[in-house]
DNA sequence: ATTCGTCAACTAACATGTCAGTTGAGGGGT
DNA sequence: ACCCCTCAACTGACATGTTAGTTGACGAAT
């Protein structure tokens, strides 16, 4: 088997930085399976440069979370724990929802015209079945309400503490009614918008949320080895 | 001058983690100026160690935000932007409203308890005049809400996404009557919880945290060598 | 006097040699 | 048969040599 990882070629910058972006792409789309064990020398020869910049690269995973360097000893690629979800979920919600709040506050008509023609993509999506793209476009939904905020590193914080979640979020089995629903919620939210409803376009955003980590829970038992014991 | 840094020693750990959490120390409390370039040569034998270590503490550091690296040219310790220090108030509010709402809701005797006594304690360091330890009892009544959520990392993150907010925090000047209204602030928060009133924890929060941004917005003019001209 | 090209000195980035701590298998003692 | 001790092999941590890119000063041409 040839074991093909990401060519770093493809990327340009500093060395270290191109590794770093490879194996977090990796590591956030389940490539590099959660308890995997991380064996510099191996990356070494899979990518042809030297321990340097796998050292830096895995030395920011690892400020990220994202692997677990056991000094001295070994490092992997981290596990999920069930309380760290719940935890980034929180976090999550409160910057969504107050970034909505902002927005709800005095929207302007660019973007409510820009949320409306989102949304009406993703109905058509949804009608063609097209789930992959429907996930790009609820994305892009959350994204730019982030952005709204006149805040331009908001939307990347965000993320970054929510990478736990993000890397679970594969791992949820697709179910029929769901992303219909999921529409249903986004119009709710651009409804309140609209109307400059603060608290209602909070409580929308809220229980839009809520709806992911309910579909995480039972993420434990059906993958109980992507899970840390403890 | 001896330009008297601080000893490794006094730490544990990697060596690399320790140079990272020396520097980061003394970047946070302003005894390394924004702006100022760091060397590595003149870390090197200041600290007593070799680049290696030095090197992955800058990396660190970096992807905080607490220093710039120009690639190939030099590293200096980041300056300060308002854009940037509104973005981490607006972050860190959204944080802290959502955990005082979650604490409010159903707060345990224990709970209110502590809160109670550091509260007490903030009002007889300023009777006091000890406004520096009223600074730290200040940051524990902050620190216990987070905590209180029940997710252990929260307060943590809260800290990493507003580091600029911290250090900035260093350059306000003390305001005569200022620690009186912050306790009277503490005050109505402790009163919400006690309550179980959310809605009115939340905007006591919002209030209080706003008064901060006051106090930081006219430090541009005031100290413009530490702002970046962009 | 001013502008532009050149070059030397400095920097971070990378490669590689070396050290020390951890781990797990095997052998000796109970 | 079981437990503990020892030791070899592997890992990450650190030191240091080497490379390549940037910068700023100096000097020549205008």
Known sequence: MPEQTIDINSLDGPLG???YAAMRGQILDMTLEPGQILRKSALCEQLGVSRSPIAEALGR???????NIIPQSATRVSQFSMAEL????????AVEVAAIARVAKDPTHDQILRLSRNLKLQSLLVEDHDFEGFFEADLDFHEMILSFTGF?????????MSLQLRRARKLILPEPGRPTEAVAEHEAILQAIKD????SA????SRHLRQLIQRI????REHPEY????
């Open 17 to 19: 930085q191109r590794v």
């Open 61 to 67: 995973l690892s400020s990220e979370g994202l692997v």
């Open 86 to 93: 719940l935890e980034e979920n929180f976090l999550r919600e």
């Open 152 to 160: 331009p590193k908001v939307n990347v914080v965000a993320e970054d």
């Open 196 to 199: 400059k409803d603060v608290a």
């Open 202 to 205: 909070r409580s929308a955003m």
């Open 217 to 220: 829970e039972p993420l434990e």
């Open 227 to 230: 899970f840390r014991s403890t």
